[in-house]
């Protein structure tokens, strides 16, 4: 019965299935200015969240070794 049932899903996932009718479009083209621009900006944005989360965690600045007012205490 289970392999009926594998056999008509696969069937049918494959009558659902048409060839496109034309070339398929190439994606447009990234330059290195471009990409050097999106790494910046999400690094600049990881390094944000990161410090933003550290700032909320006495332990993790303790264990980083960054020395703030709550040096030593506890979460």
Known sequence: ???FLLLGASAL???ACQ???GPVKA???ISAE???TNNTAINDWFEKGFNEDIMRSPMA???MG???EDYG???
């Open 1 to 3: 019965m289970r392999k």
């Open 13 to 15: 996932m494959l009558a």
């Open 19 to 21: 060839p496109s009718d």
């Open 27 to 29: 994606a447009p083209a």
């Open 34 to 36: 471009q990409i050097a």
């Open 61 to 63: 600045q303790t264990y």
């Open 66 to 68: 960054i020395k703030t």
């Open 73 to 75: 205490k506890w979460d």
